[in-house]
Each structure stands twice: as structure tokens, then as C-alpha cells.
């Protein structure tokens, strides 16, 4: 099966992924999560993309192409994926469908979570990610970890992403607006689109997501 996942910022696209992966037996790609392993790892990719994130910008399509094509041509002997994060404009969707094409391959559904604006603040500002894996997150009140600061998973240090910022994150709202918006509007022209409210406990929004895509 191979979805795509489309929220806001802080939607809680990253959560449910971790179980829809499960649930689906499919690998959970997302390219921040790549772009922060790198940054972390200090590469090349990673320092490039640093400046962009942290202003709140999408990181230059040469660059984010090529590392999502990577990682999902491991992904055939997967199973299929779900995308998380990827594509974020109109022509990384473009890129996708030309490089699903040439392997005779589509994609399934493109999942879209709905929340209003004032709960992916709240949801944003509270939200702390582990040091060791950025997959692994939590939420000052309503996931707080079992000790204050440290990962309930590995045990690693708790930090808020420099691009949480409240400055920041009015600018990756009006980005995903402006730009990331309109992907809804192209794959709904291929029928591939099912909206669902991501309001409400975790384990809800993943039940409702698991009936959209049957
Ligand atoms: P995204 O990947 O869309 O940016 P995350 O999955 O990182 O979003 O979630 C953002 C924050 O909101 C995290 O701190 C997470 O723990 C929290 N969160 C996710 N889903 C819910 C939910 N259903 N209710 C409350 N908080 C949630
Ligand atoms: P969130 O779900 O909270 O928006 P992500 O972890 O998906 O956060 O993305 C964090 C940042 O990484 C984005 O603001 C952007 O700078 C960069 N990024 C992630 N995916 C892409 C992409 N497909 N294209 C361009 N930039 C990306
Ligand atoms: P369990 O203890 O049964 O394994 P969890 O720890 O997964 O359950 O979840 C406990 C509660 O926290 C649930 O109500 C769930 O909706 C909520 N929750 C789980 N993960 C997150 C998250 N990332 N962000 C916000 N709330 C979460």
C-alpha cells in the first residue's frame, strides 16, 4: 500500500503514522525526520537544510527529491510507504507521481488530517522530541513522559525543535497554506483524497484513519 499523508504543521501526522505503519505493515518515511537525522549526524544535507528549517522555509526541492527517491527505492521490498511530510508542494507531488509511473506503480489514498488552527498551536508548543530519535515524541500535557525531560522509549534526552518557536511556526503555517495546501486540490482531481477530523485522542484518530482506508 503506498499512502501519503497531508496535515498541518503539528497536526499529528508523525503519531499516527507510527501506528498506521504498524497497523499496515509499511515503512513510516518522513523527510523531517531524515532531514533531522542528518542535521544531528552533522552532514552535508543536514547543514544545508538546517537554515531552511529554522526559518520556517521548505528546504529546496533538488535537494528534498532526491533524499525521499532514496529512501522509497528501498521501499519496494516493503511493502509500499507512508508519507509523512512528503510532498509539500505541487511539484514534489509531480515528482512523485513521474517516479511512481516509470516503476508502473500509483498510490492508494492520500490521507488528510483536519484540526483547527488554535489546537495545532496548542499541540506544537507543548510538543518534545527526543535526542536520540526525532520519531520518538511526546507532549508537556497531553503525552508528558513518565519522568520530566527524558524519553519513555530509549531513555534520551527531551528537547522542543528549534523550528517550535512560536515565530517559526506563524511562518510553516502560512508555507503550508501557501504552498503545501494546494497538493490537496491536485491529488483530489485523482480521487485519491480522504479527509478526516485529527481532533481527539490519539487511538480515535488512528480508528477513524484505519476506516477511510478500507
Ligand atoms: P506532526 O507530525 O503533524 O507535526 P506530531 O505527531 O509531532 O505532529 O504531533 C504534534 C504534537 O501533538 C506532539 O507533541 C504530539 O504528542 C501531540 N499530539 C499528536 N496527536 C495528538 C492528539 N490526538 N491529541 C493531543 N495531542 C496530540
Ligand atoms: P511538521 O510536521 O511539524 O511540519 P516536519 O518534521 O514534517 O514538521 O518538517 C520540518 C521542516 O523540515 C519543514 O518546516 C521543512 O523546513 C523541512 N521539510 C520536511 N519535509 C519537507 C519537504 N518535503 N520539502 C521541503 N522541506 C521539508
Ligand atoms: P497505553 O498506555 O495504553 O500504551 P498510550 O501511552 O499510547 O497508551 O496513550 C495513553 C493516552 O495518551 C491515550 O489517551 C492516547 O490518546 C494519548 N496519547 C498517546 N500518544 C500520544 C501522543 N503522541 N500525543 C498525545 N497524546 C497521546
Request: glycine residues 8%; charged residues 30%; negative net charge.
Amino acid at each position: 500500500m503506498r499512502i501519503v499523508l497531508v496535515g498541518p504543521p503539528g497536526a499529528g501526522k508523525g503519531t499516527q503514522a507510527a501506528f498506521l505503519a504498524q497497523n499496515l505493515s509499511i515503512p513510516h518515511i518522513s523527510t523531517g525526520d531524515l532531514f533531522r537525522a542528518n542535521i544531528s549526524q552533522q552532514t552535508e544535507l543536514g547543514k544545508l537544510a538546517k537554515s531552511y528549517m529554522d526559518a520556517g522555509n521548505l528546504v529546496p526541492d533538488e535537494v528534498t527529491i532526491g533524499m525521499a527517491k532514496d529512501r522509497m527505492e528501498q521501499s519496494d521490498a516493503e511493502g509500499g510507504f507512508l508519507l509523512d511530510g512528503f510532498p509539500r508542494n505541487v511539484s514534489q507531488a509531480e515528482a512523485l507521481d513521474e517516479m511512481l509511473h516509470s516503476e508502473g506503480m500509483k498510490l492508494d489514498a492520500v490521507l488528510d488530517l483536519e484540526v483547527p488552527e488554535e489546537e495545532v498551536v496548542k499541540r506544537i508548543a507543548g510538543r518534545r522530541i527526543c535526542r536520540n530519535d526525532s520519531a520518538h515524541v511526546f507532549h508537556v500535557s497531553y503525552k508528558a513522559p513518565k519522568k520530566e525531560g527524558v524519553c519513555d522509549v530509549c531513555g534520551g534526552e527531551l528537547y522542543q525543535r528549534d523550528d517550535d518557536s512560536e515565530e517559526t511556526v506563524r511562518k510553516r503555517l502560512e508555507v503550508y497554506h501557501t504552498q503545501t495546501e494546494p497538493i490537496i486540490d491536485y491529488y483530489k482531481a485523482q480521487g485519491l483524497v480522504v479527509t478526516i477530523s485529527a481532533l481527539g485522542k490519539v487511538e480515535d484518530v488512528t480508528g477513524r484513519a484505519m476506516e477511510a482506508l478500507n
